[in-house]
């Protein structure tokens, strides 16, 4: 297994449904990120998650799948981490647990080692996870420094995942959950495109996850967002 | 704190809304079983939970309240443990993350040092927490193993809850439940009502709890189910 994914400061996450010029994954993998984060939520397949794993997997990044479903966790021995996600705030409880019930119970056996659990708070609602979740992201500071609390030391989670997906979130609230974690990892994803960003979410949350600017703004900006958090 | 939950084979289940006459405190208490748990679906207040609490508080058992609502989890330094439930096989949210929020957007600060998370599976349809809760009670030892293994090894519970509420269970489901964990202690409740059913159930789940025998069929019957798994 790689380096401990809790000392991690910045991930990039690339989506099995978006495509990568000749050359960029080249460039990603050497930006100085930390980890790689294979993961989508809409469109993604075995094949387009085996292609994108085939493209990155020779560079000896610590490699994690973000399974959006059980179909795509399945990729034991080829990854380092499966961080599976819990939405907390959703009345939908397939996304809080169905999907990890029909994981289990269709699968054989599962190398629990490799797997780490996420409490997601979905804070976009335009976005496809808000959308397909069906996500309250109308939350305010209280709200989600409860589902943080709950998702911390109600159901214990590793990780609990600040998710303001495509768009750039509010540090008031990234900063209230902080406060309210005492044990997780705190993840904060969405919307950073510049090294201002990156430092300001980077200085609250314990990892900050780069993707989009990965795709839209180019190696330079990826680089930048990591030199301001390491 | 009393002595370490995770070591007790007999718990007895006293619900606030029954009547206990008098003297039979005392000779529960004396009966030889490892704790007392305050817990019921319907009708209990935050009064009639006192009033039972002042009954038992005195005689130096441990003492768990096991809140079926928010309102009820406020017993802090009055008990050893509060259990908190969380259904697992339900598809109404509410009842596997929703009152857990409201608890903790309500509260003031959570002593969390007493707090022991539990995941309750539900099996019997037509008793009151099978009904409120909207349990889905027609599972297979598979089914059961799969809500048992994502509640042992993805949400990390302390504690899970094979609820036969009211109805003596399949042995064979509670066997399942067993083989399916790795890290949590396993309760048994549920219809047990002589010295062979506490026996069986004993030896499969690491707790039985005992409930409605107190009520219906008296002292002697209470100790002879301590007896069978001590």
Known sequence: MHANWKTWAHVTKLD?????????????????????????????????????????????????????????????????????????????????????????RNSGSINWDIVVPEAYIVLNPASAVG??????????????????GVADRYFRFPIVYIEYSGTYGDPDIVRAASDAIEHA?????????????????????????VGNAVYEDGIDVLRATVRAVQ
Chains 1, 2 share one sequence.
């Not at 560079?59 to 380092?80: H, K, N, Q, R, T």
């Not at 939350?139 to 409860?146: C, N, Q």
Request: proline content about 5%; charged content about 20%; overall charge negative.
């Open 185 to 209: 990892i705190l993840y904060y994803g969405g919307g950073i495109r510049s090294a201002e960003q990156a430092a300001e979410m980077g200085s609250i949350a314990d990892t900050i996850v």
């Open 16 to 104: 099995p449904d978006k495509h990568l010029p000749p050359g960029a994954v080249e460039e990603i993998v050497t930006s100085g990120t930390d980890a790689l984060m294979l993961s989508g939520t809409l469109n993604v397949t075995q094949e387009n998650l085996r292609e994108l794993l085939d493209m990155v997997s020779a560079y000896g990044l610590p490699l994690v799948v973000e399974p959006a479903s059980p179909d795509c966790a399945i990729f034991d021995g080829e990854v380092d981490h499966l961080f599976v996600p819990s939405v907390m705030n959703t009345s939908d409880a397939r996304w809080i647990i169905g999907k990890h019930y029909a994981w289990l």
């Open 131 to 148: 959308r397909v979740t069906g996500a309250d992201c109308t939350l305010a500071k209280e709200d989600v420094a409860a589902f943080v």
